[in-house]
């Protein structure tokens, strides 16, 4: 079905696609595909599910649940040599990719043209890849996630059929909402082969500040008074002390260490960014914040917000024996104090290094401990404290995966975030994909 150098059985391809970002175990696949185009992965799904045999999606490997683990082996899909941007529709602020296409290299194009994708995951993920784990990043506070930029899909299903899914225009109420459905869905329900994404355009005037707190509890409540005051940032992150610090060392920023938030605003004119600005000081300083820089220049704005992207790979590079595991709950922004203090508390607790961070203003909070690889002690003790803290977030009304997907570590907190709805989601699953080759033992457990 494929050219013999696009399909292969050697062990370091079958190495290098049997494992993600995270702490969860290899499992390799038994064969890696390099598809071209939507019939050749139309044929290859036929094939896979006359003849039973597993199927995963690959766009960059980048998940932190282990979302992309062939765990029954079978066919790994290999998305990156359809990676072309097959249009771009300046004027309806539209375009059209393939899914290995990287959402850096997408912005680049897009710049000349004043306009840009928003979701802005830290690594250099694919859009099929985002758009299989919904992903979101610094920005989504303003601009929203993945999900709110799919305008269109083609799919294939598993049993080979192409679907298309969704229209040009700008918003629809025709029938079930397809898009949304396979948004998210990892990989579980169907292969996409084509999006349409919507577009913005970049904004006239920005400006970017770095404040610094007491503790990282009044960053937390400096972030709920600045949200409810309907401010509007474009990007509002915390960092706490351990965070800056790595920073300082890897990137000599010579940041304050202490918690800080980094923050950015879009808007029309200097002007009025400089007036929102100065309610924003106003707001920290009831928190009783320190130092409030502002108005920094694009360069500083640059190496601030590239730092913060860079983060998780300066903890992962900061300790060579050990694996990450990224905790990554989300709650309703009035319970963010609440869930900051709750995380600061479990991390002491149990004394393993665990880095503060998160986007704040979605409510959106990380805690990466990096555990001793093969030290099941030490892995039991991280695996308790997760679930302490998803069992708080789910109890405030949260979610145990902000923005990383179930994948394989997820999986056990279905049942508390969903109750019944689960089961209609089983069903779902069931009725796409009846013989369960689509990504196993993601979302839900093996058959
Ligand atoms: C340092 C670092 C920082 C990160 N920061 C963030 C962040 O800020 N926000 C965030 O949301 N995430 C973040 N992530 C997680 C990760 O980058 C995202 O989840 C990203 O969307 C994964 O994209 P990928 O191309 O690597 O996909 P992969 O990891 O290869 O796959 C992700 C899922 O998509 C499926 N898939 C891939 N292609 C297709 C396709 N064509 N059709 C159907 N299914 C497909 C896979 O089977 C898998 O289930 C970070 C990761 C790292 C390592």
């Known amino acids: 079905m494929v050219a013999p150098d696009r399909f292969s059985t050697g062990e370091s391809n079958l190495d290098l696609h049997s494992k993600d970002q995270s702490q969860h175990p290899a499992c390799r696949p038994e064969a890696v595909i390099w598809p071209v185009d939507r019939v050749e992965v139309s044929e290859i799904l036929k094939y896979a599910n006359k003849n039973l045999i597993p199927v995963t999606g690959w766009g960059a490997g980048t998940s932190l649940e282990g979302n992309p683990i062939p765990v029954k082996a079978g066919i790994v899909l290999d998305f990156s040599q359809m990676n072309k941007i097959l249009d771009i529709k300046e004027e309806d602020f539209q375009t059209d990719v393939e899914p290995g296409v990287i959402y850096q290299d997408l912005n680049e194009k897009l710049r000349h043209k004043g306009l840009f994708f928003p979701p802005d995951p830290g690594a250099q993920a694919t859009i099929g890849g985002m758009i299989a784990n919904n992903a979101s990043g610094t920005r989504t506070v303003h601009y929203g996630s993945t999900k709110d930029y799919v305008l269109r ?36 329900l169907g292969i996409m082969v084509e999006a349409t994404l919507r577009l913005v355009g970049l904004p006239a005037e920005f400006s970017a500040a770095i404040v610094t707190f007491p503790s990282v509890e009044a960053a937390g409540k400096a972030v709920y008074e600045i949200i409810r005051s309907g401010l509007d940032p474009a990007a509002l992150e915390l960092l706490a002390p351990d965070c800056i610090k790595l920073i300082n060392q890897e990137q000599d920023l010579g940041l304050n260490v202490s918690p800080t938030l980094f923050m950015e605003y879009h808007g029309p004119t200097k002007n009025q960014l400089a007036e929102v600005l100065e309610m924003v000081q106003e707001i920290c300083k009831g928190e009783g914040s320190g130092e409030f820089r502002s108005g920094l220049g694009r360069t500083e704005r640059d190496h601030l917000f590239k730092a913060r992207h860079e983060l998780a790979e300066m903890i992962i590079r900061n300790h060579p024996d050990c694996s990450l595991m990224v905790i990554d709950v989300a709650v309703p922004i009035t319970a963010y104090p609440e869930i900051i203090a709750f995380v600061i508390e479990e991390s002491e607790k149990i004394g393993i290094p665990g880095y503060i961070f998160g986007h704040a203003g979605d409510g959106n909070l990380h805690l990466v401990f990096m555990g001793k690889t093969g030290d099941e002690r030490e892995w039991k003790v991280i695996d308790q404290a997760n679930q302490h803290i998803v069992s708080k977030a789910l109890d405030m009304g949260g979610t145990a995966t902000g923005e990383h997907g179930v994948g394989i570590g997820k999986r056990k907190f279905m049942d508390a975030e969903h109750g019944k709805s689960l089961e209609w989601m089983k069903r779902i699953k069931d009725l796409f994909d009846p013989n369960g080759i689509l990504n196993p033992g993601k979302i839900f457990p093996c058959k």
Do not use: Q
């Open 153 to 188: 899909l083609s799919v294939v299903l598993a049993n080979g059929e192409i679907i298309e899914t969704g229209t040009r225009a700008s918003k629809t109420s025709s029938g079930y909402d397809l898009i949304h459905l396979f948004v998210g869905s990892e990989g579980t």
